[in-house]
C-alpha cells in the first residue's frame, strides 16, 4: 500500500457477512470447483484459526522476530471457521487428492480438477496473467507455514485474458460462489473500476494487484498511464527481444559442458557436480538475456582448459550440502529408470562426498571463482546470487545494483 | 490499491517539491549514477509534459479509448520539467549510450553504468527482487507510447536480498540524491515501515509494491503472514521442484525435434517453422513445470512419425507473419555468421513464404492442432495462450482458468 498507514485491512478486504447469496446463472456441470464449502456459512466472518495463528507466533518467535503487528486480524476474536485438516469431517483423502496423480499430471503443478478443500484466490487478468501470478506466489511466501502439509488449503486460479465485461462478470459471479477472493491485473480502468464495484455487490474481496505501482510511476514520470492491456498492443522486434532469444539459444547448447570452445562468450559460466542444478539455474538466467554456459565437474575427468583461458571473473562455483545432493541425485536417478548398480555410484553418500571434495579443491584452486551454496535454496534465489555478483563485479561501485534503461 | 477510490495519487506518492536537500554520507566515487541531474531543481514540483501527454492522448484516441481518467495527473498544469532529449542541453550521445556497447553488455539490458539520464526508479527487496521487477516491468507496460525511443526515459535499479537496515537506509538516502522512485518488497514489517518512514523523512516517493496483496490474502485466508523474507527460509524439496527441474531437462533434450521417440512424454508439443521461437517458449513453459517438445517444420523433411500417434490434444502449431519472419531470420543469418549465398535460402522471401504455406497445408490437415499466430506476442504472451488452451482442453470446463493447489 502506497503512502498509507497500515494497518487498513477493513478498507481492503469485505468481510464474509457482507457475502449475500445472489441467484446465479448455473455454470457449466463439468467446471469441478463448482461443489460449495459446507462448513462456510456465508454470514459467518473469516477468523484467524487460533491454531494457525500460535504456529505462525511460534515460528516468528522461534526466527528471532517477536513483534507480528496485525491488529486487523487480531481484531477478529469470533470462533474460527473450521480448518479442513486429517481430523476434520472430511477424510483428507478424499477431499485432498495426491499432486502426482500420473505422468500427465505433472506439468500443471496439482491442477487436477478436484479442488473442493481450501480456500480459492481468483487472479484476473487482461494479458498473460503472469504478473498476477508471480505476485500472489510471492504473496503466498509469507503463509509458508500454514501453506505447508496443507493446514491451511489454498487454491490459485489463473483467468487470463480477461478483455470483455461479460466474461468478467462471469468470473465475478463465480467468485461469489466459491466465496474466493478476486486479485486482479486489468491495465484498463473502466475495466478494473467495473471489476470492484461487482465485487463489491456480490461481496466479494477483491485487490488491483498492480494499480499502486503504475500511479506510484505515472506521478514519478508525470505520464498517464496507456490503459492499454499488454496483450492489446504488438510486441517489437526490439533489441531486447533477439538478445534474450539468443541468450536462451546459446545456453541451450551450451548446456552440460557442450562446445568448450565457445566458454569465452558466455557472459555467465557456472561450474559444479551434477544436480547442483547448473542446468535449470542457467536457463533462468539465459531468460533474462545472459548468455550461460555451464560445465560439470566429474571425478577422473578434466575441465575443459578453456576454462582456465576465459575471463575468470564470469566463473561460479556451485556447492551443495552432500546429504541434499543424495536425495536429489537419488530422485533423478529413481526419474530416469536406474537401479541397483547403475545408480551407486551416483547416488551413494561415499561417492556423492568424494566428489564434493573434488570440486571444493578445484574451488580453492580458483579464488576468483565466488562459490554459491545452493542448499535449500531456489533456482530463482541462486540466480538473484548470481547476478547480483555480476553486476557488482562489472561496475565495482560501492551500492550493489542491476541497472536498466528503458 | 485494495478497497479504495482512486485518484488518490497524492497520497501514494510525495511530490518532489516535499523533497529536501538533506545532506548526505557521501556515496563511494565509482558509482556512475552519483552525477546529479542539472535540469532539476528539488523544489519544482513534477508536472505532466505536456507534449507526452498530448502523444498519450492521441495514442488513446487511436487505440479507440478516448477516455483517460487520470484527474490526478490532469490537475498538474505547471509547466513540465525538461524532459533530456536529443534537443536538450546535454547531448544524446553523451547521455544515453547505446544499450549494445559490445558482446560483453549484450546479456544485462542496458546495464551500462552512465545512466544519468532519465528518470530512476529504485526497486528494493529483501529477497531475490524477481517480484518487484517483474511488476515494475508489468506497469512500464502501461508507459510504453513515452518509453519508446526513449523519450520519457527511465532507468530502473535493482536492489536485492536488502536484509539490514544500515543497507536500507543508505538506498534511501542514494534515491533522495538521485531523485528517484522507491518501490520495495520488504516481508519484514518493521523493515517496510522503516522504508516508508525514511523515505518521507527524504522526500523519496515511495510504495509497497506486495504489502497489498499479502494483506487481502491475510484476510482471506484468516492467517498472519510470517514475515520472513523468501530468501531466509529454506527452500524444500517438494515434488513442485524436482517437476520444475525434470520439465526443464526433459525440454532441453528435446528441442528441435531430438527423440521423437520421447513426444508422448511431453505434456505439449510445438509444432512450426524455424524462428517460430519455438525455443524460448518451450523453455520458459518448462520453467512452467511443463515438459515439452519441439518439433520443426523443415520442407523437404518429412514430419517424425511419433508426431501423429501421440494424443493430438497437446500437439500446438505456431505461425508467423512472413515479413516478420524474414526479418528474424535474417538477424539470426546476422548473428551466426552466414552470409550471401548461404542465408539466401533461410531468409528469402520465396523461401520464407513458401515454407509457411507449407506449414499452413500441414496445420489444415491436421485439425485438431490449434495454430498460434505468434506475430508480436511476446514469449510470454503466446505463452499464456498455449497454457490457457491446454487447461481447458483437459478440464472442458465452461470457464477457462489454470488451477493450482497450495
Known amino acids: 500500500m502506497l503512502g498509507t498507514k497500515f494497518p487498513f485491512l477493513p478498507a481492503l478486504v469485505r468481510p ?16 469441478p470447483s463448482r461443489t460449495p464449502e459446507p462448513d462456510l456459512e456465508p454470514d459467518r466472518p473469516v477468523r484467524v484459526s487460533p491454531k494457525l495463528s500460535r504456529w505462525s507466533r511460534a515460528r516468528s518467535i522461534r526466527s528471532g522476530r517477536t513483534r507480528l503487528d496485525w491488529p486487523a486480524l487480531r481484531k477478529r476474536t469470533a470462533p474460527p471457521i473450521p480448518t479442513p485438516s486429517p481430523s476434520s469431517s472430511s477424510p483428507s483423502g478424499e477431499i485432498q487428492p495426491s499432486v502426482a496423480e500420473g505422468a500427465e499430471m505433472d506439468g500443471d503443478g496439482g491442477d487436477n480438477g ?3 478443500a481450501g480456500k480459492a484466490i481468483y ?9 498476477a501470478e508471480h505476485s500472489v506466489n510471492a504473496a503466498l511466501g509469507q503463509f509458508e507455514h500454514c501453506l505447508i502439509d496443507r493446514g491451511c488449503p489454498v487454491n490459485t486460479h489463473l483467468f487470463s485474458g480477461v478483455e470483455d465485461m461479460d466474461r468478467l462478470m462471469e468470473i465475478v459471479k463465480q467468485a461469489a460462489k466459491e466465496n474466493a477472493l478476486i486479485l486482479y491485473t486489468l491495465a484498463d480502468s473502466s475495466m478494473a473500476a467495473s471489476a470492484k464495484h461487482a465485487c463489491d455487490l456480490f461481496g466479494v474481496p477483491s485487490g488491483d494487484i498492480l494499480r499502486p505501482t503504475t500511479e506510484a510511476i505515472a506521478a514519478h514520470l508525470g505520464v498517464a498511464p496507456s490503459g492499454i492491456p499488454r496483450g492489446g498492443r504488438k510486441a517489437h522486434l526490439t533489441e531486447d527481444y533477439f538478445q534474450r532469444i539468443e541468450a536462451v539459444d546459446f545456453t541451450i547448447k551450451q548446456d552440460d559442458g557442450a562446445q568448450p570452445k565457445n566458454l569465452n562468450r558466455a557472459h555467465i559460466v557456472l561450474v559444479g557436480v551434477s544436480r547442483t542444478g547448473k542446468t535449470p539455474l542457467s536457463i533462468y538466467l539465459a531468460q533474462k538475456g545472459y548468455k550461460v554456459a555451464n560445465v560439470p565437474i566429474v571425478m577422473g575427468v578434466e575441465l575443459p582448459k578453456m576454462l582456465f583461458e576465459i575471463n575468470q571473473e564470469k566463473i561460479f562455483g556451485l556447492t551443495i550440502n552432500p546429504v541434499v545432493l543424495q536425495t536429489i541425485r537419488k530422485t533423478r536417478a529413481k526419474s530416469l529408470g536406474f537401479h541397483g548398480e547403475m545408480r551407486s555410484n551416483y547416488s551413494e553418500m561415499v561417492h556423492v562426498k568424494a566428489e564434493l571434495e573434488y570440486a571444493s579443491r578445484i574451488f580453492t584452486q580458483n579464488p576468483v571463482w565466488p562459490v554459491i551454496e545452493v542448499t535449500g535454496k531456489a533456482i530463482e534465489e541462486t540466480a538473484a546470487v548470481v547476478v547480483r555478483m555480476y553486476h557488482d563485479r562489472k561496475h565495482r561501485c560501492s551500492m550493489p545494483r542491476i541497472s536498466r534503461r528503458y
Open 16 to 31: 464474509n457477512h457482507r457475502r449475500a447469496r445472489v441467484p446465479l446463472a448455473a455454470p457449466d456441470d463439468s467446471d
Open 114 to 116: 478436484e479442488m473442493t
Open 123 to 131: 487472479m484476473v487478468s487482461d494479458g498473460t496473467g503472469w504478473t
